[in-house]
């Protein structure tokens, strides 16, 4: 696989439209669209527990997954262009600025991952423990849940990142 780079930024520049990555509006909706494409895969691990194994579960865990990553596939490239590649590039590629908004996103990133690990160990210890739900869990849903976590801990840098951009200066001119 190749590094991401300055020449590879540019090429995606030239496929996406600019009121995409140009405004903070159009950078904010694509974050929506990514959380929602990332939410696919959080219903698809529920849609599991309650169905499988069944026909209905494995085709709507395919159609949600298939569907969220289509979408996300778009999100992705206009978020890369939009932070001129800050979570992708590699650290020797990056100016001082950059390395520190970096590594804020991480922070945050690592921050809303725990966080959303907590909650799920929360809702594991409080399940009630007369129905052993825990032992009645499809294994489809315990690895689309694991798919889940894994999923959201790789892109939340990359919609922390995309929300956070501020529009440009404006130019002062007269």
């Known amino acids: 696989m190749t590094e991401l780079d300055q020449n590879r930024i540019e090429r995606a520049r030239r496929g996406v ?5 140009g405004t903070r509006r ?18 698809s691990s529920i849609v599991c527990w309650f169905l499988a194994p069944s026909s209905v579960a494995m085709w709507t865990t395919f159609a949600l ?16 262009v939009a932070s001129d590649g800050v979570v992708g590039m590699a650290e020797t590629k990056l100016d001082e600025r950059q390395l520190a908004e970096r590594r804020h996103v991480y922070a945050l990133a690592h921050r809303g ?13 409080f399940l009630p423990s007369g129905d052993d739900h ?6 489809a849903a315990i690895a689309l849940f694991l798919m889940a976590a ?25």
Do not use: K, N
């Not at 439209?17 to 990555?21: A, C, D, R, V």
């Not at 725990?114 to 809702?123: E, F, K, R, S, Y």
């Not at 825990?134 to 294994?139: E, T």
């Open 134 to 139: 825990v032992m009645r869990v499809p294994s």
């Open 150 to 174: 894994v999923t959201t801990h790789l892109i939340l840098p990359h919609l922390i990142a995309g929300w956070r951009i501020p529009d440009p200066p404006v130019d002062d001119e007269g």
């Open 17 to 21: 439209p600019l009121i995409w990555y």
């Open 113 to 125: 991952t725990a966080m959303m690990l907590l909650a799920a160990t929360v809702v594991v210890y």
């Open 65 to 80: 997954t298939g569907a969220g990553i289509i979408v996300y596939a778009w999100v992705f490239s206009v978020l890369i």
């Open 26 to 43: 159009g950078r904010q909706s694509t974050v929506v669209l990514g959380a929602a494409a990332l939410a696919t895969l959080w219903i």
